[in-house]
């Protein structure tokens, strides 16, 4: 049986993914240039990743010339914002309040992030009156 096209990202496609944010459009070349600084990785291995990242709906391209240029479609924010709906809806009970007890007792946050945590949760109470 085929496996389950996934909705959230891997990490090789968030690393394309990543480099497509920062430069807004690229060729598939321009993305092995930026990828092979790091390692050797194969044009058509990136090829392959920027399909699927098309077929999932995160990319479109456009030809330009015998090249195809492609481009986000998707936001970093919405893929963040749906990556956390998603750990929360499976390992969370779909509770947004056990995420964040998780967090608060199982992470170092500083005095910064906390007081930005409850300037938040201020506000958020606020607009619920």
Avoid at 15 to 26: A, G, H, Q
Avoid at 34 to 49: D, G, M, R, S
Avoid at 53 to 78: C, M, Q, T, W
Wanted: glycine fraction near 0%.
């Amino acid at each position: 049986m085929p496996r389950k096209k996934s909705a959230t990202l891997t990490e090789a496609e968030l690393k394309l993914m990543d480099i497509l944010w920062k430069k807004r459009e690229c060729t598939v070349q321009d993305v092995v240039d930026i990828l092979y600084k790091k390692e050797p990785v194969a044009y058509t291995t990136v090829l392959t990743f920027l399909r699927i990242l098309e077929n999932k709906g995160y990319l479109k391209h456009r030809k330009v010339s015998h090249a195809f240029i492609y481009y986000p479609v998707v936001k970093r924010d919405d893929v963040r914002r749906n990556a956390v709906r998603d750990i929360i809806k499976k390992f969370f009970d779909n509770s947004p309040e056990l995420l964040v007890l998780n967090i608060l007792d199982n992470e170092q946050i500083d005095a910064n992030e906390f007081s930005r945590f409850r300037e938040m949760i201020e506000k958020n109470t606020e607009t619920e009156k």
